[in-house]
């Protein structure tokens, strides 16, 4: 069974936030229309459009979510919770490609296409002439080929240089910084060439164009191009600040990805997940840091509203100012959080009240190695156990995680210490263990 619930306002038919119909029998629960007072045409209406969508959703997941995210295209916030929803039902989203993208977010190979028309600074003219030069004579082999074939007076150097930040390029050439260098030669050349075909004048290879050229005579074509100097490419951060900066959030990678797994041995919860977290509850997180809003009490003191997402959601978070002091050193846009806060709840809207913040290429784990002997022994136990009470001290200053690694022959099990075991200093704690005789060492949670 599948619960559908259909919300939004009055007067307009629109069903949202559709799960997964996992058999025929929906239970469909019209929140709103009954508080309301809509009649039964209005909540038959909406059940009938409900039912409708949940089946497509069942049955042509790929074609139902690429209309979804066309149809949002331009809420943000919206488009990353489909993304997010297509990632849980194990759809790719592709980002822009010059060669194979349409308008619209499109089904492809079991994937879904970002459009053109999702991304920033690509107008209707300039998606308009890029398909229309590529349905006539097939797909771009380069840049200078894309520039000499489309018109250059839709498609400007801001939208070459749009298309190449968010990856519409990377299927012809990979280097992103070496093709924003090339641009700024090879739109020159193309300009060039455009008036001199304007002009009816044109060059010799132009002129044997109308008598069926070989590819090598094409080729010639593009042998003057001038090139700049060879670079490298962006560092793989900034490629990604980028592209979000270019489409709205990020697709062909997460700054999160790559440390989900080692951050999950801290237990975090997902943004997605907070309006179902109790208020009085610390919550763990592990985010990226959108944007810093500074902001001054009555009192003159200094506090911040911050936007943060991770791979599920976006939602707002608040730091106070005795908090603010603590971690403000940390707030820098486009850093990679954990923090610690409480759930609060106003006006319906959820956000998180920050009481603590590391980056987490900071963040240190204690590793503790326990034989299975001393992980059954009660005399061992009560001994690590008071040593870990003894080295956290302030638990609001113990931030440091400790892991137990309990190895049987070829097997490693991995056992995560309650935040009450937390310690302040790890190398003390490594040190205090080892006297112990407990085999224990400190790890970075992530080295990337």
């Keep these: 069974m599948v619960k559908i619930i259909t919300r939004k306002y009055i007067g307009q ?75 849980s039902m194990n759809i790719q989203i592709e980002p822009p490609d010059i060669n194979r993208s349409g308008v619209d977010f499109t089904p492809v190979g079991g994937k879904i296409l970002f459009g053109f028309s999702a991304v920033r600074n690509v107008g209707q003219n300039a998606i308009a002439c890029i398909l229309e030069a590529r349905e006539q004579q097939g797909e771009f082999k380069s840049l200078s080929d894309f520039c000499d074939r489309v018109d250059l007076r839709a498609v400007n150097r801001r939208t070459l240089e749009s298309l190449i930040y968010c990856g519409a390029f990377d299927k012809i050439d990979l280097n992103r910084h070496q093709l924003i260098k090339d641009l700024e030669l090879v739109y020159d050349w193309a300009q060039s060439r455009a008036k001199d075909k304007a002009s009816g004048q044109g060059n010799l290879f132009d002129l044997l164009g109308g008598f069926a050229p070989t590819t090598k005579t094409a080729n010639n074509v593009f042998d003057s191009v001038p090139k700049a100097q060879s670079v490298p490419d962006f560092p793989p951060q900034k ?10 959030f990020y697709v062909s990678d997460h700054p999160l990805k ?18 179902e977290q109790k208020e009085d509850t610390l919550l763990c997180a592990v985010v990226m840091l959108n944007n810093v809003k500074k902001v001054m009490t009555k009192k003159g003191d200094q506090m911040a509203i911050l936007q943060i997402e991770d791979l599920t959601a976006q939602l707002e978070a608040v ?15 486009d850093a990679r959080l954990i923090i610690w806060g409480k759930v609060d709840r106003r006006d319906e809207q959820v956000q998180l009240i920050v009481e603590d913040a590391e980056p987490v290429e ?87």
């Design 362 to 448: 900071t963040v240190k784990l204690v590793m503790v190695e326990l034989t299975p002997q001393q992980a059954i022994t009660i005399e061992e136990r009560h001994k690590l156990r008071n040593i870990l009470k003894e080295l956290s001290g302030d638990k609001e200053n113990a931030k440091v995680p400790v892991i137990g690694i309990v190895q049987t022959g070829n097997s490693r099990q991995l056992v995560r210490f309650g935040r009450q075991f937390w310690v302040q200093d790890s190398r003390s704690t490594v040190l205090a263990l080892q006297n112990a005789r407990f085999l224990a060492h400190v790890k970075q949670l992530t080295s990337s």
């Design 258 to 275: 790559s440390i989900k797994n080692s951050s999950s041995i801290l237990a975090p919860i997902n943004l997605s997940q907070l309006n």
């Design 319 to 333: 730091v106070f100012p005795k908090t603010y002091e603590r971690v403000s050193n940390s707030l820098e846009v």
């Design 239 to 248: 490629k990604l600040q980028m592209e979000k900066e270019i489409l709205g």
């Design 13 to 87: 038919a629109n069903v949202y936030d559709i799960g997964v119909a996992q058999d025929h029998n929906f239970v469909i629960e019209n929140r709103l229309i009954a508080s309301n007072c809509f009649n039964k045409s209005h909540s038959t209406a909406y059940g009938y459009v409900t039912y409708q969508t949940a089946y497509l959703k069942a049955n042509y997941p790929l074609e139902y979510m690429a209309a979804l995210l066309t149809a949002n295209s331009g809420d943000t916030d919206k488009v990353q919770k489909y993304i997010s929803t297509c990632l």
